[in-house]
Nanobody, 127 residues
Framework: QVQLVESGGGLVQAGGSLRLSCAAS????????LGWFRQAPGKEREFVAA????????YYADSVKGRFTISRDNAKNTVYLQMNSLKPEDTAVYYC????????????????????WGQGTQVTVSS
């Protein structure tokens, strides 16, 4: 069983930065593709960013491209989401997700293709 635990959320002013972390259990973490998704109040969960098993390929939603950076440290079983130039519309619960089959391309953009999920961490951006 894989467990994902997010941390790093909080309250920040518009224009500020936060770094989310997601620590994973499991000896095969380095083979997983990983993603970040978010869900704002009253809205469906949406894709934010994804990274392949080695960290060599990344994907971003258009709404965060150029502001957010996903990265991973396989030695620490951790994936990160660096969020800069935050906007009030970035306010949401952020979830990390793991796909044990790895993969690349459009498959990583869909939440149904992930096998494990964290409990989420709240990010609130004030105007």
């Amino acid at each position: 069983q894989v467990q994902l635990v997010e941390s790093g959320g909080g309250l920040v002013q518009a224009g500020g930065s936060l770094r989310l972390s997601c620590a994973a259990s499991g000896r095969t973490f380095s083979s997983y593709a990983l993603g970040w998704f978010r869900q704002a109040p009253g809205k469906e969960r949406e894709f934010v960013a994804a990274i392949n098993w080695s960290g060599s390929i990344t994907y971003y939603a258009d709404s965060v491209k150029g502001r957010f950076t996903i990265s991973r440290d396989n030695a620490k079983n951790t994936v990160y989401l660096q969020m800069n130039s935050l906007k009030p519309e970035d306010t949401a619960v952020y979830y990390c997700a793991g796909r044990t089959r790895g993969g690349r391309g459009p498959v990583l953009l869909l939440e149904g293709n992930y096998d494990y999920w964290g409990q989420g961490t709240q990010v609130t951006v004030s105007s």
